[in-house]
Nanobody, 124 residues
Framework: QVQLVESGGGLVQAGGSLRLSCAASGRAFSSYAMGWFRQADGKEREFVAAISWGIGTTNYADSVKGRFTISRDNAKNTVYLQMNSLKPEDTAVYYC?????????????????WGQGTQVTVSS
């Protein structure tokens, strides 16, 4: 069993930055592809970014490319999402997901575990 706990959300002005963290309990963290998804009010959940297990290949949604960076520290069982140049449309609840031996094109329907989410609000 793996538990995921997100942190780092908050309120920030447009153009600002935040770093989200997702700490995983349990074993074999390095064998999980890790991803971030978000869900805004009244909208469906959408993919944001993912990082593979193994060599750490990354994948980003077009809407965040060049602004967000996903990384992982296997020694700390933690995955990060550095978010720069934030826009009001980035406002959402951000969720961390884990898929053991999964693809960097993380399919939310195949994720093994989810965190509880952290709110990110970007004011204009």
């Amino acid at each position: 069993q793996v538990q995921l706990v997100e942190s780092g959300g908050g309120l920030v002005q447009a153009g600002g930055s935040l770093r989200l963290s997702c700490a995983a309990s349990g074993r074999a963290f390095s064998s999980y592809a890790m991803g971030w998804f978000r869900q805004a009010d009244g909208k469906e959940r959408e993919f944001v970014a993912a990082i593979s297990w193994g060599i750490g290949t990354t994948n980003y949604a077009d809407s965040v490319k060049g602004r967000f960076t996903i990384s992982r520290d296997n020694a700390k069982n933690t995955v990060y999402l550095q978010m720069n140049s934030l826009k009001p449309e980035d406002t959402a609840v951000y969720y961390c997901a884990a898929d053991q031996y999964g693809s960097v094109y993380l399919d939310p329907n195949e994720a093994d575990y989810w965190g509880q989410g952290t709110q990110v609000t970007v004011s204009s």
